[in-house]
T-cell receptor, first 115, second 112 residues
Framework: DGGITQSPKYLFRKEGQNVTLSCEQN?????MYWYRQDPGQGLRLIYY???????QKGDIAEGYSVSREKKESFPLTVTSAQKNPTAFYLCASKRDTLNPGNTIYFGEGSWLTVV | GENVEQHPSTLSVQEGDSAVIKCTYSDSASNYFPWYKQELGKRPQLIIDIRSNVGEKKDQRIAVTLNKTAKHFSLHITETQPEDSAVYFC???????????FGKGTMLLVSP
């Protein structure tokens, strides 16, 4: 668990701004994920990446963008097109992309608030 | 795609009682079912998981059961303690796919 670092832990965004959430892992995991958590909504998948330079949209990708230039890093940009970005964002990773039995580990999370 | 339903959304018990949380899934191809515990303001952490070739798995006070025919699985916590208070998430995954689909969570409150 301690091998996934998210920053910042708290972030405030003004209307019309893009903001980027950082996620770094030193677990040598292949797959990385971004989830959004809202009260009563559980964990919803935004984007995921199974390999460097490749990523796929999750269930709620609109208004978000990602990149995977390095195996260790999977930053998430919340664009101005995301109309309701206030939420708790969780980055996660998994060692083997295709083995469902491998555990997904989560970072500490980032709280994003629109002001 | 896969859909996971979780019930109840909140559960209040007295210390020492048992707690049961139930989940159903839609895709019969799902074969991996983890449970995560999330304390307030913290990250979800895996507490137990089960694969489709097993009907039950236990770890001290925690157990998970799986009924593949009915496509549902349950988390059982015995002798609950106040520190068990948290939000619990079930999830399902299909072999060959990278992602987990989560239920909406159950807030468990254990009163002393």
């Amino acid at each position: 668990d301690g091998g996934i670092t998210q920053s910042p832990k708290y972030l405030f965004r003004k209307e019309g701004q893009n903001v980027t959430l950082s996620c770094e892992q030193n677990l040598n995991h292949d797959a990385m994920y971004w989830y959004r958590q809202d009260p009563g909504q559980g964990l919803r998948l935004i984007y995921y990446s199974q390999i460097v330079n490749d990523f796929q949209k999750g269930d709620i990708a609109e208004g978000y963008s990602v990149s995977r230039e390095k195996k260790e890093s999977f930053p998430l940009t919340v664009t101005s097109a995301q109309k309701n970005p206030t939420a708790f964002y969780l980055c996660a990773s998994k060692r083997d992309t295709l083995n469902p039995g491998n555990t997904i580990y989560f970072g500490e999370g980032s709280w994003l608030t629109v002001v | 795609g896969e859909n996971v339903e979780q019930h109840p959304s909140t559960l209040s018990v007295q210390e020492g009682d048992s707690a049961v949380i139930k989940c159903t899934y839609s895709d019969s191809a799902s074969n991996y079912f983890p449970w995560y515990k999330q304390e307030l303001g913290k990250r979800p952490q895996l507490i137990i998981d089960i694969r489709s070739n097993v009907g039950e798995k236990k770890d001290q006070r925690i157990a998970v059961t799986l009924n593949k025919t009915a496509k549902h699985f349950s988390l059982h916590i015995t002798e609950t303690q106040p520190e068990d208070s948290a939000v619990y998430f079930c999830a399902a995954s299909i072999s060959g796919y990278s992602t987990l689909t989560f239920g909406k969570g159950t807030m468990l409150l254990v009163s002393p």
